[in-house]
């Protein structure tokens, strides 16, 4: 295969590239579902979320196993997202990478967020999430996610 080929097929499997015609609400490459879970998250979109996950996933978050995705929707996030009046991510650049076949990909992605809470508190972290996917049934979907981060100093 050539270079330039082989160069246009990884940067569409990583996402760097438009997606064909056809279905533009799917994520397409790994870079394209790691941000349609970020902006589930900020819209507080449990299920749209869960549809970017494998079957089989795990979750990590700031060093704690959380387990499958649908213990940490059910357990973590999903309660949590019932205080939170606003979430807010500032996505940082991203980098991405698949395996040569297409089956695996990684992609890191630091950020910065802002959650406002019910209670009148507002959380400021700053951190970086990784995604693992794998190919399942034709897309790419999460098999594994880290959330790693710290709270951020308050501005005086």
Known sequence: MGKVLKTALT???VGWLPAAAGDTNSPVGPQQVAA???SAVEGSDLDAAGRL????????ETGGVEGSWRSYRDHHLGPEIGQIISFEID????EATASEDGTLALVTWPIEYKIALKDERTIRSRGTVTFVLVREEGAYKIRHLHWSSRRMKPEP
């Open 36 to 38: 349609a879970y970020f």
């Open 11 to 13: 940067a569409l499997l």
């Open 91 to 94: 996505r940082k650049k991203p």
């Open 53 to 60: 996950f494998a079957r089989e996933s795990s979750v990590f």
